[in-house]
């Protein structure tokens, strides 16, 4: 509302001349606009920065490399080109994925790349960018398993676990599993991969990328999937000024090529 009120201010000053003037005997002095009521693509030019949230134990969309001392993946390349577009620099936050939304309400995030797929319930709080990569869903379990299901409801009868505050938790509990006793959340998906290793679940259910990824530390296979499903990356609402940016990237990764490259880096 605050920026409404700015343009009608600004509106008002050129009905009286540039840098204020007299309208029937009144003084309109020109229009202040402070950094609040700029839109958050203003914001993020004049700071210099573009504020970014994920979760990164989720190997290969994000993952923090110990060694190097930062976070990588193909989110963060696609995100990286995102912040060169817009020529700022991205600071990452690494935050729990249950958090991430709350975290780009409140204004502690400008953005979300965290592999968060795309759903209706997501939609009315945030606004969802073109879709940048699609993604199956993995019903996975330690190689040596003899657990076959012919379809995710036969999941029921099994102790499966799942990353808190994603779409598999969602489908879970809508089939009526219970959080907490036969369904297991986890705050990261390297516990949650690391559980199932040990013998704390008998399948875990993920993005398929992270199967490809944990296979190679644990003895995995799938034994169901579902068909591909869109990732956004996430902005607030009613910011259309870096929504466009943003789509404006991935639509030209994929035009100019570069984002196939990233893909073949990081999915082989």
């Known amino acids: 509302m605050k920026r409404e009120f700015a343009v009608l201010g600004i509106v008002t000053a050129l009905l009286v001349g540039l840098g204020g003037g007299f309208l029937g005997g ?16 203003s914001q993020i030019k004049l700071r210099g920065t573009l504020k970014v949230g994920t979760s990164a134990d989720y190997p290969p969309f994000e993952n923090y490399n110990f060694t190097l001392d930062l976070i990588e993946g193909f989110d963060v390349d696609v995100t990286e080109m995102i912040g060169d577009g817009i020529g700022v620099t991205v600071e990452w936050s690494d935050i729990p994925f249950d958090s991430l939304i709350g975290a780009c309400l409140s204004g502690e995030i400008d953005m979300i790349a965290a592999a968060m797929t795309y759903n209706e319930q997501r939609a009315q709080q945030l606004a969802p960018s073109s879709t940048y990569i699609t993604v199956s869903q ?57 559980d199932l290793d040990i013998g704390g679940v008998d399948a ?65």
Do not use: C
């Not at 229009?31 to 693509?41: G, V």
């Not at 996975?140 to 505050?165: A, E, M, P």
């Not at 990356?233 to 870096?242: I, N, S, V, Y």
């Open 26 to 41: 009144w003084f309109v002095p020109p229009p202040i606009t402070t950094q609040e009521d700029a839109s958050l693509l």
């Open 138 to 194: 993995a019903v996975v379990v330690k190689q040596s398993s003899i657990l076959t299901i012919t379809h995710l409801d036969n999941l029921t009868s099994y102790t499966v676990g799942v990353q808190s505050g994603t779409v598999m938790q969602d489908e879970l509990v809508a089939l009526g599993m219970t959080v907490g006793v036969d369904l297991i959340t986890f705050a990261r998906a390297d516990l949650l991969m690391a």
């Open 204 to 268: 875990v259910y993920v993005d398929e990328p992270i199967f490809t990824a944990f296979n190679q530390t644990y003895a995995l296979k799938v034994i169901f999937s579902t068909p591909s499903e869109p990732l956004a990356l996430w902005t607030r609402l009613g910011e259309p000024e870096l929504l466009y940016e943003i789509n404006n990237v991935i639509l030209d990764g994929y035009n100019s090529g570069w984002i196939y490259t990233a893909i073949t880096k990081w999915f082989g």
